[in-house]
């Protein structure tokens, strides 16, 4: 059983920076994918950004050329570094992550969010 650990949510003005972490451990295969997705008041679950173990990444229209998603395949630790924060973009910031077993067999697993508030 996977667990994961997010941080780094938190309160920032406009325009401004927060880095999200996310923590896998448990695992006794591969983690294949990491990402992020949000959810704000009201709004369906949305994917932020997502990154594969060979740093393939992807990212969701609004977010483009302002967030980065990165992770550290040793530590099993995938990071979003958000720039040019907007009202917008307050949510509850789920991460994401899949791991691959033998014979191919895939298991999903959701971190409990971390509350980002972009505020002035």
């Known amino acids: 059983q996977v667990q994961l650990v997010e941080s780094g949510g938190g309160l920032v003005q406009p325009g401004g920076s927060l880095r999200l972490s996310c923590a896998a451990s448990?695992?006794?295969?591969?983690?294949?994918?990491m990402g992020w997705y949000r959810q704000a008041p009201g709004k369906q679950r949305e994917l932020v950004a997502t990154?594969?173990?060979?740093?393939?990444?992807n990212y969701a229209d609004s977010v483009k050329a302002r967030f980065t998603i990165s992770r550290n395949n040793a530590k099993n630790t995938a990071y979003l570094a958000m720039d040019s924060l907007k009202p917008e973009d307050t949510a509850v910031y789920y991460c994401?992550?899949?791991?691959?077993?033998?014979?191919?067999?895939?298991?999903?697993?959701w971190g409990q969010g971390t509350q980002v508030t972009v505020s002035s």
């Open positions: 994401n992550v899949m791991e691959v077993g033998p014979w191919g067999r895939s298991s999903e697993y």
């Open positions: 990154i594969t173990r060979a740093y393939i990444t």
């Open positions: 448990g695992s006794n295969f591969t983690i294949e994918n």
